[in-house]
């Protein structure tokens, strides 16, 4: 964030109004990164559609009115898992050492990156495409986060002193977290696009997994959802809405794809009312 930021503030002035532009910069970036994943996983309409809801999104658009490490290292993430999700299906070397790359970056950026290393664990068991601990790709890929992250937070730790919030209560800070991030999600995303969201994981992961056949880019993305939240679940370091800026992608991709699935049977009984669905009618408080 520092580096990239400062590269930026050096270009276009050091002002408030440069450092506003360059979280939305890197927002656009993610919105074009969901548009080019929806549109090869789903249609060119779907990618369209959940590009729009993420930039339409309450949490995103509160996130974009800071300037905070949220959106860069949320387009690190999803960059970093669609690259896995590409080494998954072709298994080349240059696949695994780009996704190492862009781990690096994420997990430089912010320390929710280091949900990136359980992604592959949970990719692969989707997949159960076990031959990729085979793949020299794999391992080198692991370098990259090892190399410069392992230090990095090593000499940087007197930095994270009083980091750990620990449970505001009695109860598990897991329960606490599991509670206040679905609620979270949920009230950013809303019930139209929560209940396409559960049709696509039944579509895209639960149905293929029972069959052998989960594609690997949506094991990827699937696995990005829930190593993140699974980290910031298991880590008690506060419990705050933003943090789940990154999840965001794969659930509007999830919903996109649900909504395909169920748009050739509405239409046939109800012929033109997929088409005249706005996207206003998708978000929360419509």
């Not at 548009?35 to 249609?43: A, E």
């Not at 990618?47 to 905070?68: C, E, H, K, N, R």
């Not at 999840?247 to 050739?264: C, D, H, Q, R, Y």
Request: glycine share 10%; proline share 5%; aromatic share 10%.
């Amino acid at each position: 964030m520092y580096v990239s930021g400062g590269l930026w503030l050096a270009l276009f002035g050091a002002s408030r109004t440069a450092a506003m532009l360059f979280i939305a910069a890197t927002a656009a970036g993610s919105a074009t990164l969901i548009y080019t994943l929806g549109s090869r996983l789903v249609s060119r309409r779907g990618g369209a559609l959940a590009a729009l809801l993420f930039l339409a999104s309450p949490l995103v658009q509160a996130s974009t009115a800071m300037y905070i490490t949220e959106h860069l290292v949320t387009l690190f993430m999803l960059a970093s898992a669609a690259m896995f999700g590409r080494f998954a299906k072709t298994g080349s070397t240059r696949d695994g050492v780009l996704f190492g790359l862009l781990a690096a970056a994420a997990i430089l950026t912010r320390g929710s990156g280091w949900a990136l290393g359980l992604m592959p664990v949970v990719a692969i068991l989707l997949t159960r495409n076990f031959a990729l601990l085979k793949r020299s790709g794999l391992w080198l890929g692991a370098l990259p986060p090892l190399l410069a992250g392992v230090p990095w937070y090593y000499l940087t730790r007197s930095m994270m002193t009083g980091s750990w919030a620990g449970s505001p209560g009695d109860e598990p800070y897991w329960r606490v977290a599991v509670r206040a991030f679905g609620t979270d999600l949920y009230q950013s995303l809303g019930l139209a696009v929560s209940l396409l969201a559960l049709a696509g994981f039944y579509v895209k992961i639960l149905r293929p997994f029972a069959e052998r056949a989960v594609a690997p880019e949506w094991a990827a993305l699937a696995g990005l959802a829930i190593a993140t939240l699974g980290l910031q679940c298991a880590l008690p370091v506060g419990i705050e809405a933003r943090y789940m800026v990154t999840v965001i992608p794969t659930v509007l991709l999830l919903a996109v794809a649900g909504l395909a699935t169920l748009e050739a049977p509405v239409a046939r009984f109800l012929p033109g009312v997929a088409t005249r669905i706005g996207v206003s009618s998708l978000l929360p408080g419509s």
